[in-house]
């Protein structure tokens, strides 16, 4: 923040993985922060400095900030937001039964904010809405706040990295003027301010995360034809995302992609869609692609076994949606263990970050990857760095059919190979043939 500026006095209502990144980004701009959750033991667990889940970045710092007396939380929104310059609504989304998404919670906060005092406070709305949502949030507060919808780009993992480090800030607003006030928050970062309608903002959110997830499924579709035309599809998507057109991220395949945001969004898009009798051809596609990408990696499994993993002992390394994270909300890790016990196959899972006595799955929970590898074969479903390390010999020694089927591409391939196990990755099915060949030069 420049010295001039005078520090803001931020309120942020939730504390999930985006209220917090916001809570933590701009305390570190010298903001004035005090969070706000409807659950009064989050509340308590904050102010002690203990977050809800494993998020970088976030546990340190916010020790840092209780003790400077930058950050603060209270379990009463009046007192929250009653001095605030900017009210940032970071509540939950959820999907209906119908994929339209479920903003109740914004609601919820909105009609509560109607009841108070906001003395022209910039409410920023930073939960994902459909288009129209933020519009009519700006006439229920009209005249006791200004209203702007700033979408949040942020992974988790690394959301308080991608909070300090946007490529664009996006603003909604009224006015020029007005989201203007949001967007003076991130002058010092010197990155594009795009300034557009509530309602523009609203669809750049979802269209963003629509490309990057259509990007995955592509990626996928790419790995599916390799596999069945005997090609490598590392090398194919390497040399189609070097054009810088194209780019690079987001091209892995894998087992589909997981989380609560991509999914989510694709459903409410393709409602918003249908209720404006429009096609959403490439969206279905998206989601379509992914619903059969854990089936395809159990099919592969169950390929290299003969035909069948019933009464197979299967070991599954990896549950969480993505590593550096504990979260397994639309895990297809998850999906993919319900359909390994459905067929019959015993499953015994290892993730570093989930304690199994949390979740509910038909399966056990091994202490070690090695120890869950005490099996027949080996699914690896999430990309957590150790499992890269883990010996192949050591493996090797463990599997009883010599089988690991890598839904994240991870392991090395020669060295799968040179320890005797048979190895299929995700579009990887490279022959010994191709090996040798890679090695004539
Ligand atoms: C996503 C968006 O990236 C972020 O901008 C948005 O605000 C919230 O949703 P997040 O869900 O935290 O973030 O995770 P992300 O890193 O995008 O990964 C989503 C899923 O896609 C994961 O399951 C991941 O493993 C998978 N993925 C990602 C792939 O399968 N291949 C890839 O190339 C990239």
């Given at each position: 923040m420049s010295a001039t500026k005078k520090p803001k006095r931020v309120a942020i209502i939730g504390t999930g993985y985006v209220g917090m990144a916001c809570c933590i980004g701009f305390a570190e701009f010298g903001h004035q922060i005090v969070g706000y959750d409807i659950l009064p033991e989050r509340v308590r667990a904050l102010q002690a400095g203990i977050t809800p889940y494993r998020e970088a970045g976030i546990g340190e710092s916010l020790l840092t900030h209780l003790l400077n007396g930058r950050v603060s939380f209270v379990d009463d929104l009046p007192s929250a937001v009653s001095a605030a310059d900017f009210i940032i609504v970071?509540?939950?989304?959820?999907?209906?039964?119908?994929?339209?998404?479920?903003?109740t919670a914004v609601e919820n906060v909105v009609t509560a904010l109607t009841q108070m005092e906001l003395h022209g406070a910039t409410v920023v709305i930073r939960s994902t809405v459909p288009p129209g949502t933020s519009e009519w949030i700006a006439d229920a507060l009209r005249g006791n706040a200004h209203v702007v919808f700033a979408p949040e780009f942020l992974r988790e993992g690394s959301a308080v990295h991608d909070f300090l480090n946007p490529d664009r800030v996006v603003v909604g607003a009224e006015s020029r003027a007005i989201g203007m006030r949001y967007g003076d928050l991130f002058e010092h970062l010197s990155k594009p301010v795009l300034v557009m309608s509530l309602r523009n903002a609203e669809l750049a959110k979802g269209m963003s995360n629509a490309f990057l997830a259509m990007k995955i499924s592509f990626a996928n579709e790419v790995a599916n034809l390799c596999d069945d035309l005997d090609a490598d599809a590392l090398d194919v998507l390497e040399a189609v995302g070097y054009d810088k057109r194209i780019g690079r991220m987001f091209l892995q395949p894998g087992i589909g992609f997981g989380g609560p945001c991509f999914e989510k969004d694709l459903k409410s898009?393709?409602?918003?869609?249908?209720?404006?009798?429009a096609d959403s051809h490439m969206l279905s596609a998206t989601l379509h692609v992914n619903d059969r990408q854990p089936l395809r990696i159990v099919r592969t499994l169950i390929e290299e076994m003969g035909g069948s993993i019933d009464g197979a002992r299967i070991g599954v390394w990896g549950l969480a949606f993505k590593a550096g994270t504990d979260d397994v909300r639309d895990s297809l890790a998850l999906r993919i263990v319900e359909e390994l016990a459905s067929q019959g196959a015993e499953v015994v899972a290892?993730?570093?970050?989930?304690?199994?006595s949390a979740i509910n799955l038909p399966c056990t929970f091994a202490g070690s990857a090695l120890e869950a590898a005490e099996a027949d074969a080996l699914l690896v479903l999430t990309e957590w760095p150790q499992f890269r390390a883990v010996d192949a010999w050591a493996l090797a020694r463990r599997l009883r059919q010599k089988?690991?089927?890598?839904?994240?591409?991870?392991?090395?391939i020669d060295a799968m190979s040179a320890?005797?196990?048979?190895?299929?990755?995700?579009?990887?099915?490279?022959?010994?043939?191709?090996?040798?060949?890679?090695?004539?030069?």
């Open positions: 970071a509540v939950g989304t959820p999907s209906h039964a119908d994929g339209s998404a479920d903003i898009l393709i409602s918003v869609s249908k209720s404006a009798n290892y993730d570093p970050a989930i304690d199994g089988v690991v089927v890598d839904g994240r591409n991870i392991l090395d320890a005797g196990i048979r190895y299929r990755g995700v579009g990887r099915r490279r022959t010994a043939e191709s090996v040798e060949f890679a090695e004539a030069g």
